[in-house]
Each structure stands twice: as structure tokens, then as C-alpha cells.
């Protein structure tokens, strides 16, 4: 799978030097899937302000592992045992709400938050996400918070795709097909009523330099991430960013475009005047050690993580701020 990367026509031959100028609109939303959903809800508690909407699959609360991978491990994903432990967890994100650190609580007020967990998920344990969920309740108000638990699915990105891993799977590429629209599902909650997805995506894939777009993306990020940008974004149409964070074992030098390409997000980018940025970091078998190619989700880059101060929540704000 990996091959067809260079080969799939979507895929411009541009770089960040040739970018149409977008006129993205000022608010954004975000996605993940598991290390990519812890992600994904680390950044929007630290830029709330500007993050509206976050959609989270297969993860736990934000700073579960507090600093540890011993934690991490026991009470953040698979063992039958996994206890989050919420109040050390939400004092530790008041105390840096109050710094400063991460945006005030009172800025999430107006989120929507969409959240997944399927009940066969044996990578993330479902009372894991159950976590994140109570964790949610204290900032967003209920109507604006969707908790879908109820599905047999295994750890992946359910999509009605077909092709792809069975729904009680967890394999490579991590994208199953289970006749469920997990994308449509996620944006229909975080931006309201949308359009049906095209067809066929019909926008262009596009090869960003992360290091030279975001100086902190060095030695954070990989050197390239991508941007899918439909036919009118890029004619000049306001347009809103979406950012999605891949999984553990599901960056490009792992899985190819499958990720970038088959959760269905591009299809419905383009009839949604949607900009969909698509970050990628890659595994490391030497310091920083992240042989998975996960997002930092337990420490690895470093103690503040889960803050303003995290470097991979800086690498990728400068992307955000590079495209504007």
C-alpha cells in the first residue's frame, strides 16, 4: 500500500512554496483516532479559543498518563485493570488552565464534542473512553456532546468503505470496513447539517514541508505532512480547516495514503468547502523513543505535553498558522 503514495493521482507534485492562498475561516475543528485522538483532544483544551470542535475515537482523557509511561500503559489502554485517574488528571488541567497553559475552561464552553468507542475495542478499553467522556461533561454542555458506544467495533477508523479490515479487526491500516460513516457522522455533529460526500474525492493531496512551515515541527514532526483541498478552496471560496491526527502504526511511512486517503473525510471536504490538514510524525527508534510513530500523548517530547508549551501542540499550531 505504501507505493501507491507516489502514484495515486490525487497526490500534487506541489510543495508549501506553491500553496493557493486560502481564505480559511478563523475557527477550526479537529480528529483522531486513538494516540491521534488523545492528540487531537490535547489540542483543543490547549487552543480552545480557536478550536470549536473536537471528534475523538478509541482514546482516553486528556492527561491520563500524567508524564508516565507506566501509567500510560496500566490505566490508559488495555489492561483489564485501567482506572483513569480523573481527579489528579482535571486538578493538574485546572491548575494549567489558570496559568495559562491551556485555554480557560470557559473558552470550550461553546464546543461540540464528538466521542467513539467500540465495545470489541481491546487496544483502548472502553471504560478508558468512558473516562474522556466524564472528563467532557465538566466544560460541554450536554447537547453539544455526543458519546456513540454502542457499535461492535474493534480498534480503528470505521468507514462504509469497502476493502478494508473487517469491523471486528484491528489491523493495519487501522481503517475498517463496517458500513458505518464515522466521518459523516463526526463533522455532521461538529459543524451542523452538511452536504453528502462526493462520489469520488476530486480536490488535490498536497506534500507539505512541516520542518519549514513550523520550526518546532523539527525533530517533533515528519518532514512531510499533507493537505487535501478541494477544487474551491483552492478557486478562492471561504473555507474551514479540519485537522485530523492519524494513529499509532498509521503514519504515511507506515500505511501509505490509506489514512490520508479512506476515512471518507476528503469525499465530504469537497461538497463542504472543507480544508482537511493532515499532520504526520513519524516513529523513532532512537530519542525521541516513539517506535509506533504515535502522537505524544504520554511524555516522550517532554514533561509539559499536554500545554501550550508541548512541542508537538506548537509544531502543529505553527502549521495551522502557516496556511492562514
Known sequence: MSGSLLTHPLLAKEDETSLPKLQLAPHLTVSGLSSGGYFAAQFHLAFANEVKGAAILAAGPVYCAKNDLMQALGNCMNQPTATPDLPAINQYLATQQAAGKLAPATALADSKVWLFSGSADA???PQV?????????????KEALRFINDQPFAHHFPTKQAGFTACDKSESPFIASCNYDASGQLLSHLL???KPPASQASGQLVKLQQHQLAPAAAGELAAEGYLYIPESCASGAACRLHISFHGCKQDVSQVGDAYIRHTGLNEYADT?????LYPQVEKSAMAPFNPNGCWDWWGYSGEHYATIDGPQLKAVKQLVEALR
Open 272 to 276: 463542504n468547502q472543507l480544508v482537511i
Open 192 to 194: 451542523g447539517a452538511i
Open 123 to 125: 487496544t483502548v478499553l
Open 129 to 141: 473512553s468512558t473516562a474522556l467522556y466524564q472528563q467532557y461533561q465538566q466544560w460541554i454542555p
